[in-house]
């Protein structure tokens, strides 16, 4: 098993990234993911306005040299609440994803290794949470918790759990058919050993894509939740909320609405890129 | 048949008792007392009182469950805070127009989608595939109460030519119920269509490599017809089911589309719910959408099963 562990993974894994690295469209989903993650990184080191400073002397002009998206409402200027907005995006796609990881893994694992009756317990659980859909339970949740950016992240994370619940189980119950898994158990391994050491590193690339993926929705799923009040709350810049107020200037200031809206376009556009990037990349069926 | 029917519906009746113990545990989620939630302004020590006895909150938790539920089937989802309307009755009339918006969209996702599907896949790899792909991407990509902005911006505001909101019922003036209907639906049916198409390129795919469509180009028969008379017959199941599975994401995507158009159906219903605090309505809701979804789950199982014996005795 050992051989397998440390032997076969790392030539496995170049040839992932040799075939990702080939594809043109995979990296191209890469750098717009690393540009907009930069831009939410680096928000505090920019010279750019603060995000915050209202102007009664520049409410709403179209862009210019000052201003280069223009300015909101408030005279706030537009490219600086873009960036700061950037952050609240980024960090809502990856930690709804980080928490649905958290919940979906371990139950699907549980359900799939133990099978019998705690599978079908939990695969009924999972139909009943996957019958809701996930933008209503999202907003049923974010009503019932109280509007705040925390809160939306954990409604998008656990109307996500299921996705990751379901997947889970289906690798496992792929994984636990192995010899290597049957090894581990002959020389006396214990159910906690044997799903983490060797269950979960081979269930790994799948999560991953499904990851990435819904990192996609997730983000859409937040500006959704922000439009309709109920993520970000103001004056903290999120692109959800932006488009939110520019509704109502549509005909005066159009610029308010176009820029979240292509942020919020080609951040998502880039993660499903990305998700098919690797899909092609780490799929064993590929090839 | 029968007994393939009465399993799927005997696996789906644990599934929507779940659904009901999620929706009836929301209110739990509620922070503090909702007692005072439920009164508002009131503060009076015997109006509570009341109050907690009229909703049983005394009770354990289980009883108030298995209350609630009784109430559930027998058609009571409690009344509505604001309206002091049943809730049954606030969703039975908001239900058609949300019927006609997602009708709509599915219909139009089925146009676009299904043809471009199949196109790209008799095209593999050529330019018509790829930008069939990016364009299938960047609807999946796009916000879609962001382009229902834009067009509104683009059509109504600077073109003029279609109304920005409203709704009209599609029995009262046909003409202007489609008219306010069509941006809506074009907005609701975007992400959909990029999803069938992809979706039927992949089964298209998978059919056109398969042996008796190499048997069938093998005797001679015209390109057209195996494609759509031998491959497209045995692809467009999968294609079919996934619409109903679809149902669901569809009703999500109303409730912004119909914040965007003003149109007064389910998702403005739910959108106002959750501003009032009017948690009833809020729970009745989800209630009733997991309900319709495993019914049209159900159903999309039925047609399968219809469609290809050869599922009846795996499943």
Not at chain 1, 229 to 251: I, Y
Not at chain 2, 146 to 153: F, P, V
Not at chain 2, 304 to 309: D, L
Request: glycine share 8%; proline share 6%; charged share 15%.
């Amino acid at each position: 098993m050992s051989v397998a562990a440390e032997g076969l993974a790392p030539r496995a894994r170049s040839r992932a990234w040799g075939k990702f690295r080939r594809s043109p469209a995979a990296l191209v989903g890469l750098a717009i993911v690393g540009f907009f993650g930069l831009l939410a990184l680096a928000a505090p080191l920019l010279p750019i306005a603060d995000p915050l400073a209202t102007s009664w002397t520049a409410i709403r002009q179209a862009p210019s040299a000052a201003h280069w998206l223009g300015t909101d409402e408030l005279g706030r200027d537009i490219l600086s609440r873009m960036v700061w907005g950037a952050r609240a995006s980024l960090a809502a796609g990856v930690v709804s994803v980080a928490i649905a990881l958290a919940t979906g893994v371990p139950i699907g694992l549980l359900a799939g290794y133990f099978g019998g009756f705690t599978d079908m317990a939990i695969s009924r659980f999972t139909d009943a949470l996957l019958a809701m859909p996930f933008l209503i339970t999202a907003i049923a949740l974010a009503a019932f918790l109280g509007p705040s950016l925390m809160n939306a992240m954990i409604a998008i994370g656990l109307s996500a759990m299921p996705i990751f619940i379901r997947l889970t189980r289906g690798q496992v119950m792929a994984v636990k058919k192995e010899d290597y898994i049957e090894g581990a158990r002959a020389i006396g391994l214990g159910h906690v050993a044997i799903m983490t050491r060797y269950v979960l590193p081979n269930i790994v690339p799948p999560l991953i894509v499904q990851a990435t993926l819904t990192v996609a929705t997730s983000i859409i799923a937040e500006a959704s939740l922000s439009f309709l009040g109920l993520g970000q709350q103001a004056p903290a810049p999120s692109w959800g909320s932006m488009l939110n107020v520019a509704k109502n200037f549509l005909s005066q200031a159009p610029w308010m609405a176009l820029w979240p809206g292509l942020a919020i376009f080609f951040v998502v556009m880039g993660f499903n890129i990305l998700g098919d990037g690797l899909r092609d990349a780490l799929d064993p069926r590929e090839h | 048949m029968l007994r393939f029917v009465l399993k799927r519906i005997l696996i789906a009746l644990p599934t929507l008792l779940i659904v009901s113990i999620l929706v009836f545990g929301l209110q739990k989620l509620l922070p503090g007392d909702p007692v005072l939630a439920l009164a508002g302004e009131e503060r009076d020590p015997e109006t509570l009182a009341r109050l907690r006895e009229l909703y049983r909150l005394n009770d354990p938790i289980w009883m108030q469950y298995l209350h609630w539920l009784g109430d559930v089937l027998k058609g009571d989802l409690g009344m509505s805070l604001r309206t002091n309307q049943p809730v049954l009755v606030l969703i039975a009339e908001k239900l058609p127009v949300t019927l006609q918006l997602a009708t709509m969209s599915m219909i139009f996702a089925m146009v676009i989608g299904i043809p471009a599907g199949i196109l790209a896949a008799t095209r593999k790899n050529s330019w018509i595939d790829w930008i069939c792909n990016v364009v299938a991407l960047s609807g999946l990509s796009i916000p879609n109460f962001w382009l229902g902005i834009m067009l509104i911006l683009l059509v109504s505001v600077n073109l003029g030519w279609l109304p920005a909101s409203g709704y009209e019922s599609f029995f009262v003036d046909p003409v202007r119920s489609l008219q306010t209907m069509l941006m809506p639906s074009f907005v609701l049916g975007t992400a959909l269509a990029a999803t069938l198409m992809r979706h039927t390129r992949s089964a298209m795919l998978g059919v056109l490599s398969s042996d008796y469509i190499r048997t069938a180009r093998a005797k001679g028969l015209p390109g057209r017809v195996v494609v759509l008379g031998h491959a497209f017959r045995n692809a467009v199941l999968p294609v079919i089911t996934l619409s109903a599975l679809l149902f669901g994401e569809l009703i999500g995507g109303a409730v912004l589309t119909e914040q965007i158009f003003t149109i007064p159906g389910f998702g403005k219903l739910t959108v106002d719910a959750v501003f009032n605090r009017d948690y009833a309505v809020v729970q009745g809701i989800v209630l009733c959408i997991a309900a319709g979804f495993l019914v049209m789950n159900l159903i999309a199982d039925i047609l399968y099963a219809v469609f290809n014996p050869r599922l009846r005795t795996e499943l």
